[in-house]
């Protein structure tokens, strides 16, 4: 069973400062990787994304790398503020003709929480 791992459990930091969110995968075919933030009571929405090719991706504070050989991705949120504090959650999949895709994150989408120790709650005190 292919899956992506996070760490740290969680992560707390001051208003101003850089949070650093991990994922790690086990499977060289997974090309395409999805970061989404979960507010309580609200759906995931997509954050940031970054193809196998690409080794980073930069959208305003956000900002991910991708390391293919060390199958490891990082999330960077520089200038974080307290409105970042939230679950977030990363996701990979392959692209390939549909129907035929399949999607690994430590959220089966709509169901449960596969595994909440891998989710990432981050808090921003102000």
């Known amino acids: 069973q292919q ?8 992560l707390s930091v001051t208003e101003g400062g850089v949070s650093i969110l991990n994922c790690d995968y086990d499977n060289t ?3 395409y990787f ?3 933030r979960k507010y ?6 997509s954050l940031i994304s970054i193809s196998s090719i690409l080794e980073k991706n930069e959208d305003g504070r956000f900002t991910v790398f991708h390391n293919r050989s060390a199958k490891h991705l990082s999330l960077h949120i ?3 503020q307290p409105g970042d504090s939230a679950l977030y959650l990363c996701a990979a999949s392959t692209r390939c003709s549909p129907g035929t895709c399949s999607l690994y994150s430590n959220m089966l ?3 449960r929480l596969r595994d909440t120790q891998t989710c990432f709650p981050l808090y921003v005190a102000a």
């Not at 899956?3 to 969680?10: D, G, T």
Request: proline residues 15%; positive net charge.
């Open 78 to 80: 520089s200038a974080s």
């Open 29 to 31: 075919i997974l090309d």
């Open 3 to 10: 899956q992506v791992k996070q760490n740290p459990p969680s």
């Open 109 to 111: 989408w709509g169901l």
């Open 40 to 45: 309580p009571a609200k759906s995931p929405t």
């Open 34 to 36: 999805q970061w989404y």
